[in-house]
Structures are given as C-alpha cells and as structure tokens.
C-alpha cells in the first residue's frame, strides 16, 4: 500500500524565514514524488517533482530513500508563498495513481 | 494555456437525489481522473480512465457512483443516490499520455448534500 504523511496542518512563519514542509511516504518500489499547490480561489496545480530536481519559485525538494522523506523548502518566505500544499506520490506505469497526503496550510506573515 | 474544465461549480442537494458532475479535459489527454476530497483531507481517486476503458475503481463506492468516458474525452460522474457523507468537493484531472506523470487539475465541484 502506498501512503503519504504530512505531519503539520498549519506551519506559520514570519517572511523572510526559512521553511520546511515535512513529507513522508511509504512505498514498496521506486516511487514517484511530487508537491502540488493550491493558491487561494485557484485549483491545484503541480509544483515540483522530484525526478526535474529543478526549483520552482525558489523551492527545492530531495528525494531521501532512506528516510523515505520528500520534504519541501525554500530558505526566505514570502507572503505569496501562502498557501495549501500537497505531497503525493505516484508509482511507476501507466495505471499508477496519485497519492496525495492531508496537506500543510503555509502561513506567511509580515 | 488550455485548462480541464468542470461543472457545475457547486451543487446543492438533499440526500437521496441524483446529482452528476462533468469534466472535460485537455484536448488530447488520454487519461482522466475523478477524486473527491473531504474538507481537510487531501484528494482521494475515486476512478481512472484510459480513453474510455476504466483501468482503476477500486475506491469507487459503486452501490451508488457510476462514472463514464464514453467517447473517450469529456465524463462524467454520477452519484445515486446522494447520502450526507458525499459532502466534499469533486476533482477532475487528467495527463497527456502514458509516459507522463504530471497530472492537470480543474477548479472541482463542490457538492453539499442537505
């Protein structure tokens, strides 16, 4: 079974901190990781994914097999970053599903 | 940029009605998917389809939702009858092809059974 844990509902920081979005998952495989956002009023939407190793909108994300972790970060917050954010999880194949976790609501304050 | 689109936006219901949300994709995207997400929940597939075959249903109650694709492009997802715990909001997603993992989400349907 594949699972995805983001073990904080609410993770408030004041702009110009750093952040970190914990993830976790639980995968027998080579999984897929990703982090979706949700801005306010809009839909969700792909942030980053672990196989680009790229940064979107200054956020990085590792892949950690070892601690089976994906945790998300970004070393200065700004307000715009607010927002609900996603992991999921995917694994290989065509008929492989997405697995999102619970959520972290970011809050970014002045 | 094109978008998934979904309708209606919100439904209002009373239990043991009939409701039914449609979605239509991007243009070419072979795979679609509905999940519902429960208010503090993250999203939960409900059904997958490749063009018009399902490949997953396995969470789909289906003593009471049904879901098609019949031609392979736009579906649509219909609960019968409609129970108070159906309460969430209806996502439509779908991706260009098999080798393709990113997946493209419309704006959801918010159903509140009553």
């Known amino acids: 079974a594949q699972r995805v844990t983001q073990p904080e509902k609410l993770l408030s920081v004041f702009k110009g901190a750093p952040v970190e979005l914990k993830c976790n998952y639980s995968?027998?495989?080579?999984?897929?990781l990703f982090w979706y956002v949700q801005y306010s009023r809009q839909r969700l939407q792909l942030l980053l994914r672990?196989?680009s190793r790229e940064s979107i909108k200054g956020f990085t994300a590792d892949l950690n097999k070892g601690e089976t972790s994906f945790h998300l970060k970004k070393p200065f917050a700004q307000e715009e970053d607010s927002a609900m954010y996603y992991c999921?999880?995917?694994?290989?194949?065509?008929?492989?599903?997405?697995?999102f976790g619970t959520g972290t609501r970011l809050q970014v304050t002045l | 940029e094109a978008e998934v689109a979904q309708s209606p936006r919100y439904k209002i219901t009373e239990k043991s009605q009939a409701v039914a949300f449609w979605c239509d994709p991007i243009?070419?995207?072979?795979?679609l998917y509905w999940y519902r997400q429960i208010l503090g929940q993250g999203p939960e597939l409900l059904v997958q389809?490749?063009?018009?075959?399902?490949?997953?249903d396995s969470q789909l109650p289906k003593d009471r939702f049904s879901a098609e694709r019949l031609k392979g492009v736009d579906s649509t997802l219909k609960i019968q009858p409609a129970e108070l715990g159906d309460s969430a909001m209806y996502l439509c997603?779908?991706?260009?092809?098999?080798?393709?993992?990113?997946?493209?989400f419309g704006p959801g349907t918010r159903l509140t059974v009553l």
């Open positions: 997603a779908s991706r260009p092809g098999q080798q393709a993992t990113r997946q493209f």
């Open positions: 995968y027998s495989g080579s999984p897929e």
């Open positions: 672990h196989i």
């Open positions: 999921a999880l995917s694994g290989r194949g065509t008929a492989s599903k997405l697995t």
């Open positions: 243009s070419g995207h072979a795979t």
């Open positions: 389809f490749q063009d018009e075959s399902v490949v997953d």
